[in-house]
């Protein structure tokens, strides 16, 4: 059953993370479009057709909260707010205004994904169905719509970040990924930090994976990077 594209529309005034969100959208297999200006942005959402749409706060000539106010009166496309402050006040604002969900900056690629996803499916599936999409390698199973692992029909514990480290992987089953690109993926394009903490999160996932059901599920390519494969 071939699906059509899902367009998502990028509003965002730095260049720089606007490109970074549209070479990352699109290489999940998006359609993108982007556009920097508020007030333009607020034509285009009602003038064209979006999925979804991911919109900054600080805009020129006209705010994200004023946007989605606005868009909300006419249309319940998905959307997810973008903003630089990380106050709670601006996140019960934002959820007040009708968007869907809201991300602070900088946030980590999967993590975006993930409510994009999440977003997607809120509006595109009936309330009562849950069975969704399945990622899988070997006995191992993810389902994303529940944030659950499975191994050997096991029930997996893991931690947000392991959680969203793995997901990385089996998105890019048998691809392998350098340090560099986990770390942009799952820690965020701002992260500061050393690409040791990829090893270390690889053997906290390598323990409760690999270690507990005795089955080799993720390789290392040394002097390379990660890749989990069947
Ligand atoms: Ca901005």
Known sequence: MA??????????????????L????????FLTATEENGHRAY????????????LDVMLPEMDGWEICRSVRKLSD??????????DVED???????????????????????ARIRAALRKHTLP?????????????????????????????VDLTKKEYLLLECLLRNKRTVLTRDQILQKVWGYDYAGDTN???VYIRYLRAK?????????????RGVGYVIKD
């Open 209 to 221: 994976i690999d270690d507990r059901f005795q089955q080799k599920y993720i390789f290392t390519m």
């Open 22 to 29: 549209q070479m990352e959208l699109e290489h999940e297999g």
């Open 77 to 86: 496309v998905p959307i997810i707010m973008l903003t630089a402050k990380d």
């Open 127 to 155: 309330a009562d169905s849950s069975a969704g999409e399945m990622l899988v390698v070997k006995d191992l199973v993810m389902y994303p719509s529940r944030y659950e692992v499975r191994v050997q029909d096991t029930r």
């Open 91 to 113: 996140k019960v604002n934002g959820l007040d205004l009708g968007a869907d969900d809201y991300l602070t900056k900088p946030f980590a690629i999967q993590e975006l994904l």
């Open 3 to 20: 699906e059509e594209p899902v367009k998502i529309f990028i509003v965002e005034d730095e260049r720089r993370i606007a490109r970074f």
């Open 197 to 199: 903490v990829v090893d």
């Open 43 to 54: 034509e285009r959402i009602l003038q064209e057709q979006y999925d979804l749409v991911l």
